[in-house]
Structures are given as C-alpha cells and as structure tokens.
C-alpha cells in the first residue's frame, strides 16, 4: 500500500487535508475565545443594569448577579464621571489583562495558545467596548478553569470534524486517482510487458484510448516508439544476417567472376570456333553473379513497415496470386488450384499476406519446374477457433536436406538448387510481424507443404 501510487497519494491527502485543518483550527480557536470572553462581557453588562434601577443592591443579590454573568467583578463606565461597580471576593490576584478593544488577529492567536497551554487555573482582567453604546467601558475579573475548558472542549470537536473531512476526502480523491490515472497506467504498463515479449507482433504495439490529455499522449509516443523499434529491430536483424553472409557471398562471387574472366580472356584471344560454345556459359555465369548481388543488396535495405491490418477476402487475394503465376508458368506442364471458401473474410495487412503466398506458391513453382516433370500447386485455407489456417501444398522433389536444417534463414540454403533461401525469410518474418507463425508441414520426395498460421484475437 505504501509502495503504490495509490497508497502514497491517500496517506499524503489525510496529511495535506490534516495540515490545512490545523490551520483552520487555531484561527477558530482563537475567535471562539474571543467570542467566550465578549459573551461575558456582555452578560456582565446585562447584570450591572440593576444597578440603574436601584443605586443600593444587597449583597446577595450582588453575588447572585455576579455567578450568573460568570464573573467576580464587573466595572461598568457609563461617562466620564460616572461607573457601575459590581464586585465579590477573588481567591486570588489578577494575573494578566486583555483588552479586547483593539487586539489584533496576531494577538488573539497568541493569547489562545497560551490559554490552551497552560493549565493552571489563573484570574485574568477583560477589558472590552459595551454592547448597544451602553457606556464608555467595561472591565471584568474572572477566572480561566471554564474558559480553558470549553477551548479544549471545541477543539475536540474541530478535531474530529476535521478528521472526518480528512478521511472522507482522502477516500474519495483514492478512489478517483484509482479510476482515471492507475488504472490507465497500469493498462499502459501491461502493454509494454506485452510487447516486450514480442517486438516484432504488430498486435502487441498500443492503440492509444486513454480520455485523459497527458495519459493520451504517453501512449501516442509509446506506440511512435514501439513502431519504431519493431522496424529498427527487424532492420538489425536483416542487417545482421547480412554480415553474416557477406563472407561467404564475396567467395562466391569471386569464383563466378573469375570463370567469367576466364571466358572473357579466351573470347578476347582466340578465334576457336568453341567460342559459340562458351558465350553462353559466360552469360550464365554473369547473370548468376548479378542475381546473387541483387538479392543480397535488396535484402540488406529493405525496411518492412508493420502490417496495417484490416478484414478482406482471402479468396480473392489468391486467385490474384495464382493468375499472375500462371503467366509465369507458360506452356510447363503445372497446374495450380485453390481451395478457399468464397466468405472467408481474414484479419490481416493485404500486401503482405499477397506476398506471402506469392513467395510460397513461388518457391513451389520453380521447384517443380527445376526438375522438369508435371506437378501441381493447391492453396487451401480454413478457419479454426482461434486462428486463420493458409496451406500451401506441391508435389515437387522436396526440400534439400540444407533448407530443411537452416528453414527461413537466408543465404543458408534454399527450396531449390542454387537458391538463396530469401523467400522463405521474408515471408517467416512477414507472418511474424501478424503475431502468426510459417510452419513446415511435410517435404519428402512426394511434396512439400507449408502452414501459414494467423490468430484471430487481439493480444490482451
């Protein structure tokens, strides 16, 4: 509880509302001392009146009249020359004197303190202005055991008010610090823990919600950030894979440009008629050359953007696929079907599900063609419980024993002889990014058949 935000704000509201009730209390102290002696006073002036109606009081009535105003004596000055006295025995001397008439806020404060802070019991002076202009000045002598008792009995009071008001307050600013900022925070911390599981799954980057304008834009920059660095993270990796590969890409390269000199030195000094024979092979080797730094400088500077993903028809993306592969086809003796219901509406970035399949159905197509014998090519599709189910099957040679130990790493090996392995990376990392998953189902000498696999909800 201490440890929390929550906690810690609830703990300094009850101190905070605590301090400024403090400062409420002795003002209030001090004005109900005030209001105690001029309540006095007054009934002090009330009591000296019978003294109008008859110069001459016995003394009973003299002490009746003085128990009731609460006093010991009363002087009353109705002009320059004339005074009322009221007076009884005082069991003891007059310790200190107040003149209320002119005392300052500061002055009142002070005199309050000491009362409440002294505890022995003293007789005081008041000194005060008559109540309806009813003479010059009134002084009066009592003693302080009541009046000490009824500032402690009021301050007792404030008190409790007070820390009703403070645990009231407290409660409440808890429960609305609770609602609109840790709970938010908290949402916010969850998903960065999320994401911190998995950098490259788009579903996991924040979709800022919060009402709040601050909260809002924490969460703007966090999801500015996540993109970011799920794009940094992907381009280092790219990059890092490629400095792998640049070694052995140079060695080679290096043995493809040498036979090509080789062909090139014998073209430039001899007439042999063998040089139809060879201008071919030296084509070949230029244009394996060429292929090779194209795929390897492509690789290296491309910067995969995070799926956008919306619903759409995946039927339609792979009738797409297929046509264009048709015209890649020719007259080889290929066939490609699919089996995709016509409604299966899916969740995902369209571009990058098309080159998805596009690098499946690819891969299979020239394999199939690299051995020279008819095959078939099926996409098929379905949906789960949880998740979207893309099957691409062949009825190629199979993967090489290469491929399937180093699958979806470039450069290590690829579906077909003399391949790169690209393909299949960049569509493992496509899937990746849709917090899905490139699976290889089967490859033997009957075929080859990869799962594309893509979860249905959102990350929570």
């Known amino acids: ?20 009730e403090v400062l409420i209390f002795v003002p209030s102290v001090a004005r109900y001392r005030e209001d105690f002696l001029l309540n006095r006073l007054e009934r002090a002036q009330i009591a ?14 003299e002490e009746e009249l003085l128990q009731n105003a609460g006093v010991f004596n009363v002087v009353l000055r109705r002009d320059e020359l004339r005074q009322l006295v009221l007076s009884s025995p005082m069991p003891g001397e007059v310790a200190a004197t107040f003149d209320l008439r002119d005392a300052t806020a500061v002055t009142l404060i002070r005199d309050a303190m000491v009362r409440l802070l002294t505890p022995e019991p003293e007789m005081i002076r008041v000194i005060g202005n008559p109540f309806q202009d009813g003479g010059l000045l009134i002084e009066i002598t009592l003693e302080t055991t009541e009046l000490r008792d009824a500032i402690i009995e009021y301050g007792i009071r404030i008190l409790i008010l007070s820390a009703m008001i403070s645990i009231v307050t407290a409660g409440l600013l808890f429960l609305a610090v609770r609602v609109l900022l840790v709970k938010p925070i908290k949402g916010v911390v969850g998903h960065m823990q999320s994401y911190a599981m998995a950098p490259e799954d788009a579903r996991r980057v924040i979709k800022p919600s919060a009402s709040v304008t601050e909260l809002r834009e924490a969460e703007e920059a966090l999801q500015l950030l996540q993109t970011q660095l799920t794009q940094a993270l992907k381009q280092k990796e790219r990059l890092a894979q490629l400095g792998g590969a640049v070694a052995r890409v140079s060695h080679d390269l290096r043995n493809i440009l040498t036979s090509a000199q080789l062909f090139t ?3 430039e000094m001899s007439e042999d008629p063998t040089v139809k024979r060879m201008a071919p092979k030296l084509v070949n080797s230029i244009t394996r050359a060429v292929s090779l730094c194209e795929s390897t400088l ?48 899916i969740r995902a970035d369209p571009e990058q599900m098309y080159r998805i399949v596009s690098n499946l159905v690819r891969n299979a197509r020239q394999a199939i063609i690299g051995t020279g014998q008819p095959g078939e090519i099926n996409v098929a599709a379905h949906a789960s419980e949880d998740a979207w189910c893309i099957d691409v ?9 290469k491929a399937q130990d180093f699958l979806f790493q470039p450069f290590h090996g690829g579906a077909r002889k003399g391949g790169s392995g690209l393909g299949l990376a960049i569509a493992e990392e496509l899937v990746r990014g849709h917090g899905g998953t490139l699976s290889l189902l089967k490859t033997d000498e009957t075929g080859t058949a990869f799962r594309v696999r893509l979860p249905m909800g959102d990350v929570s």
């Open 393 to 401: 099957t062949d009825t190629g040679p199979g993967l090489p024993k």
């Open 265 to 267: 030195d014998r073209i």
């Open 1 to 20: 509880m201490i440890n929390s935000l929550s906690g810690r704000f609830l703990i300094l509201t009850v101190i905070f509302v605590m301090i400024a």
């Open 298 to 345: 492509a690789f290296g500077r491309a910067e995969e953007p995070a799926p956008t993903l919306t619903l759409f028809n995946l039927a339609e993306l792979v009738s797409d696929v297929l046509d264009s592969e048709r015209l890649a086809i020719g007259d080889f003796d290929l066939s490609l079907s699919e089996d995709v219901p016509g409604n299966l509406m």
């Open 48 to 61: 000296s009146l019978a003294l109008l109606a008859d110069d001459m009081i016995d003394s009973a009535l």
